[in-house]
Structure formats: C-alpha cells, structure tokens
C-alpha cells in the first residue's frame, strides 16, 4: 500500500467544510478522474473513476465519522483504498483539511503512475480544486460529467 497525505487550509468555518466535504455525490465536480458517488446507505458509497483511461469501480465504508472533525473510510469490494480526512478549525474562522490516503496499485500501469506520483499529484489537485469550490470561487473546477 502506498500512503498520501496533503493538507489545504480552506477560508471557511469548519461546519461549512465538512457539510461540503459530507456531499458525496459532488465530489466529481472537483475530483480528477471520479466520475460518480452513489451514496448506498448510511455508511456505504459506490465509486466510479477512470484511472489511466480504465474505469474502476468500489464500494467503501465509512467506518469512522465525528461531525467537523473526520471521516475514515476503507473500501469493501474494489480498488483497494483507505484513509480519512480530518477538519481542524483554525483562528479567523478558516479550516485545515487534511487527507490521508492508502491505495494498493493494482497492475503495472496503476504501479508506474504511483511511482511518478501520479496519485499523489492527483490528490493535491483536488484538495485545491475543493479549496476554491468551498471558498466560493470555483476556479480550476473540473466540468461536470456528461
């Protein structure tokens, strides 16, 4: 397993980031190569990305949620990935977003992207993408699925 993490500090109060953060179904707005999340219940969500130009597809659990505070997931079927996010309200009302990520690379290309830190690129890139969609400008947002 390979293990990220990156962190942004969003201008906008905690309670604010992680309500955005908790909806799911609009992380292809700013997410590289997700292409839909299906909330399935309660605790489980349903991925689909492009990774290299392959469709993928994984059902993760959410296994750890403290309102404004964090959210861990691992998956259950799928590409296999976990980790978490936490939210840290700082002075002046703005909020650290930390993401950490394991993800096992499956196959030689998924093997040589982590290698050139691919992945790696990926999650900041949607870290600061989240940063503008939360501060309201929306610059670098990704153009929504057709």
Known sequence: MS?????IVARAPVAKVYDQWTRFEEFPRFMEGVESVRKVDDKHLHWSAKIG???VHWTAEIRDQITDRRIAWHSTSGAKNSGRVLFEPLE???TRV??????EPRGVFESI???LGVVSHR?????K???SHIEGQGAGMLPRPI
């Open 92 to 94: 002046g009302g703005s």
């Open 123 to 127: 999650v900041d890139g949607d870290l």
């Open 98 to 103: 930390t993401l950490e990520v394991s993800i």
């Open 3 to 7: 293990f990220i993490q990156k962190s």
């Open 113 to 115: 992207g982590e290698a």
């Open 129 to 131: 993408r989240f940063k």
């Open 53 to 55: 130009g392959k469709a």
